[in-house]
Nanobody
Framework: QVQLVESGGGSAQAGGSLRLSCAYA????????MGWFRQAPGQEREGVAV??????STYYHDSVRGRFTISQDNGNLYLQMDSLRPEDTAVYYC????????????????????WGQGTQVTVSA
């Protein structure tokens, strides 16, 4: 299976920045999409930013567009988070999908079947 390990979470003040990293090992599996999801207490997990592997096109949730940037290099997926807001507080998960439905539904968590363990991000006002 694809192995995903997140790091870089922590605390920041509103307006600040954090950078999340996800070290991945595909172990021979192909992936069409890799991305970041988040889950706040009492809320459903939502797609934040996704990179479609082949065409390098990206998806961003409306709430983070213009503030967050997803990028990738050999073996690592990143999420640069700028202009943080208290409502960005959540556990952030790295995810990957080998299916084709993630291409048209990149923010749909049910399209992803490989997940990291999550990293906490806390933004204070």
């Amino acid at each position: 299976q694809v192995q995903l390990v997140e790091s870089g979470g922590g605390s920041a003040q509103a307006g600040g920045s954090l950078r999340l990293s996800c070290a991945y090992a595909k172990n021979g599996h192909g992936t069409n999409c890799m991305g970041w999801f988040r889950q706040a207490p009492g809320q459903e997990r939502e797609g934040v930013a996704v990179l479609r592997t082949a065409g390098r096109s990206t998806y961003y949730h409306d709430s983070v567009r213009g503030r967050f940037t997803i990028s990738q290099d050999n073996g690592n997926l990143y999420l640069q988070m700028d202009s943080l807001r208290p409502e960005d507080t959540a556990v952030y998960y790295c995810a990957a999908s080998g299916g084709i439905m993630c291409l048209s539904r990149p923010g749909a968590r049910n399209e992803y079947y490989w997940w990291g363990q999550g990293t906490q991000v806390t933004v204070s006002a």
